[in-house]
T-cell receptor, first 111, second 109 residues
């Protein structure tokens, strides 16, 4: 099925560990986004990309890095995980402003 | 004050009731998107509209661009409609969404 696929779906990390979340889309969308969702905070933009090889900071970029080496993939990295990064992470993609398609989310717990 | 405001924040209804969720925005937008998120679940697109009204099953979305207001209606509500409903919009000239804080709906059997 066409759409946005996120892996992994769940992960528990120890403080200081690193990990990479993968987002893959097969809709040929130019724009891709990483959000985090925390209780009472709504969705907050971490980083985004407007095309292959480009990335930009969103509202809450600290502690995260991203890469978009291929158009269909957008990777979110945590170099040294902290408990404050416990959250649900959503990837989304869009063709310009014509509506986002979201992935199913990654539930990350940092202990 | 958020640029996209939703009301109510929480809503409890009895099965079968007609439900309205409101979304007001203070910025110029090109379109408005209604999203649904079930507890512990992913985010699903319901509607994207830039004018008038759209209907899908028991869900109806309307938008009044001049008044900067959109509504999501659910007719004959059912417990499976229990979810968080989020309105979101890309600002004019941008592809980045501004999200409302969501309306948590619980429909009781």
């Amino acid at each position: 099925n066409a759409g946005v696929t996120q892996t992994p779906k769940f992960r528990v990390l120890k403080t200081g560990q690193s990990m990479t979340l993968l987002c893959a889309q097969d809709m040929n969308h130019e724009y891709m986004y990483w959000y985090r969702q925390d209780p009472g905070m709504g969705l907050r933009l971490i980083h985004y990309s407007v095309g292959e090889g480009t990335t930009a900071k969103g509202e809450v970029p600290d502690g995260y890095n991203v890469s978009r080496l291929k158009k269909q993939n957008f990777l979110l990295g945590l170099e040294s995980a902290a408990p404050s990064q416990t959250s649900v992470y959503f990837c989304a993609s869009s063709y310009a402003a014509y509506g986002y398609t979201f992935g199913s989310g990654t539930r990350l717990t940092v202990v | 004050k958020n640029e996209v405001e939703q009301s109510p924040q929480n809503l409890t209804a009895q099965e079968g009731e007609f439900i309205t969720i409101n979304c007001s925005y203070s910025v110029g937008i090109s379109a408005l998107h209604w999203l649904q998120q079930h507890p512990g679940g992913g985010i699903v697109s319901l509607f994207m509209l830039s004018s008038g009204k759209k209907k899908h099953g028991r869900l109806i979305a309307t938008i009044n661009i001049q008044e900067k207001h959109s509504s999501l209606h659910i007719t004959a509500s059912h417990p499976r409609d229990s979810a968080v409903y989020i309105c979101a919009a890309p600002g004019l000239g941008t592809y980045k969404y501004i999200f409302g804080t969501g309306t948590r709906l619980k429909v009781l059997a």
